[in-house]
């Protein structure tokens, strides 16, 4: 069972233009929610993570939603650039654990 | 330089062989995590370790065994009994208090592959 999604594989933009990636979860116990960045044959990157006590939280060019009603998050890069082309997982925990759940991750592409 | 250090990149193991991944931190963090990444899909956790000489199975942790004598190492040993054992290998640390306590900090891999 997929307590994480990201149904979208991939994603490609302009560069300058807004990227926005989405992720779905199922369990209510979620509290916490991160991004992260991997290159190919790289450890992921830390990009930047919202509480479930908040609905936004800014970084540069980086901006996470959540909607927890909808249970969705949703990064946005603005403007996006070529540098931003990877793979981006968005992760959730619950509690104490310590555990992070991953979602398939979305591949994004950002043109020249 | 404080980070995660995994060794080694690339691992080949033969038929019926139990190989060992290297994973040491220098972040003075109390947990550590092993992760298995296919291609396509998501991370998944094997095995997760919050205190040194603790550990417990994460998602798929058959096949695998892990130790952490110290708290700077959380070595994995991919057994003869996991059957399907190609893919990347991530290890990862964090701490376990503060505000940053959910964040993970993660290793450059080892790709291991089946001769």
């Known amino acids: 069972d997929q307590q994480v999604k990201q149904n979208s594989p991939s994603l490609s933009v302009q560069e300058g233009r807004i990227s926005i990636l989405n992720c779905d979860y199922t369990?209510?116990?979620?509290?916490?929610f991160l991004w992260y960045k991997k290159y190919p044959a790289e450890g992921p990157t830390f990009l930047i993570s919202?509480?479930?006590?908040?609905d936004k939280n800014e970084d540069g060019r980086f901006t996470v939603f959540l909607n927890k009603s909808a249970k969705h998050l949703s990064l946005h890069i603005v403007p996006s650039q070529p540098g931003d082309s990877a793979v981006y997982f968005c992760?959730?925990?619950?509690?104490?654990?310590?555990?992070?759940?991953f979602g398939q991750g979305t591949t994004l592409q950002v043109k020249p | 330089d404080g980070g995660i250090t995994q060794s080694p990149k690339y691992l080949f193991r033969k038929e019926g062989q139990n190989v060992t991944l290297s994973c040491e931190q220098n972040?003075?963090?109390?947990?550590m995590y092993w992760y298995r990444q296919d291609p396509g899909q998501g991370l998944r956790l094997i095995y997760y370790?919050?205190?040194?000489?603790?550990?417990q199975k994460g998602d798929i942790a058959e096949g695998y065994s892990v130790s952490r004598e110290k708290k700077e190492s959380f070595p994995l040993t991919v057994t003869s009994a996991q059957k399907n054992p190609t893919a990347f290998y991530l290890c990862?640390?964090?701490?376990?208090?503060?505000?940053?306590?959910?964040?993970?900090?993660f290793g450059a891999g080892t790709r291991l592959s089946v001769l």
């Open positions: 972040l003075n963090h109390d947990a």
């Open positions: 919202i509480s479930s006590i908040k």
């Open positions: 369990n209510s116990m979620f509290d916490y």
């Open positions: 370790s919050q205190i040194v000489n603790d550990f």
């Open positions: 992760a959730a925990s619950a509690g104490n654990t310590g555990k992070l759940i």
């Open positions: 990862a640390s964090s701490m376990l208090g503060g505000p940053a306590k959910n964040i993970q900090y």
